[in-house]
């Protein structure tokens, strides 16, 4: 019978970890044990670092564009299993392109972290914010029924227009964000690109209707007793795939906002 192999021991004077510490040290929120004390604390500590900021978009501190699929996938297994509903909303900031031309980058960036912590301020603990891209945001809200979603999102609306953003002394402007969201179909699971593109959906035609403004699916419900959820659905407790969702409901909800304002 073969001897179990002995994991072999590492040097850290043998492992190139200077890029690594390097990225840690800048990203400033992660503290290293010292090496001496511990090499197996130290190297977890370090591998721990770098995962977050694997998952974390730099400029802002928001979780990036992977974390945000990740959750998503996980909050379409809850709702899927349970029926709990779930909001998406997906965020464009008006005329960011202007900022960044009148302004510069170096402003745009401000008003990107702006509107990063504005938005964390406006959801719960609970609920994930994260930079989807460029000037656009997205979060989620798991546990979220029809009237709440919709106050979170004009209560994100208003707080954005309402904001004098300074990007140098004696200078602020102002800017406004489109929003667009979908709920998820209860008891039916659906994917992250089919929910992703119902929210974008929302999302174009509210900047298309002149922008600064809230369009949001209809939330899609199966009315069913208990004992029929039981039989159309118990087989989920096993986990079973469930249904897939094949058809996007397109009708809003209801809209918030009024006319854009310029950005000045």
Not at 70 to 93: F, H, T, Y
Not at 128 to 153: N, Q
Not at 203 to 227: C, F, M, P, T, W
Request: net charge negative; proline share 5%.
């Amino acid at each position: 019978m073969a001897k179990p192999l002995t994991p072999s021991l590492v040097e850290l004077q043998r492992l190139r970890l200077d890029d690594a510490r390097a990225l840690l040290d800048h990203d400033g929120n992660v503290t290293l044990p010292p090496p001496e004390a511990s090499s197996t604390a130290y190297l977890q500590a370090m591998i721990d670092g770098l995962c977050e900021l694997s998952l974390k978009d730099p400029l802002t501190g928001l979780a990036n564009r992977r974390h945000f699929r990740a959750v998503v996938e996980r909050s379409i297994d809850v709702v899927a299993r349970s029926g709990e509903p779930a909001l998406l909303l997906m965020l464009d900031i008006d005329h960011f392109k202007k900022v960044n031309d009148t302004y510069g980058h170096q402003a745009g960036d401000q008003v990107l972290q702006a509107i990063a912590k504005a938005l964390s301020g406006c959801v719960r603990p609970m609920d994930t914010v994260a930079r989807f891209g460029g000037e656009e945001f997205s979060v989620m809200l798991p546990s979220c029924h029809t009237g709440f979603g919709a106050a979170v999102a004009e209560r994100i609306r208003a707080h954005v227009e309402a904001m004098s953003i300074p990007i140098a002394p004696g200078l602020s402007i102002k800017v406004t964000v489109s929003i667009g969201g979908a709920f998820a179909p209860e008891w039916v699971r659906s994917t992250a690109t089919l929910w992703t593109e119902r929210a974008d959906m929302q999302l174009y035609r509210a900047k298309a209707d002149g922008r600064n403004r809230i369009y949001l699916d209809q939330q899609q419900e199966i009315y069913v007793s208990a004992e029929e959820k039981n039989l159309l659905f118990g087989h989920l407790a096993l986990g079973e795939p469930a249904w897939i969702e094949s058809v996007s409901s397109e009708a809003p909800v209801g809209n918030a906002g009024s006319a854009m304002q310029r950005v000045f």
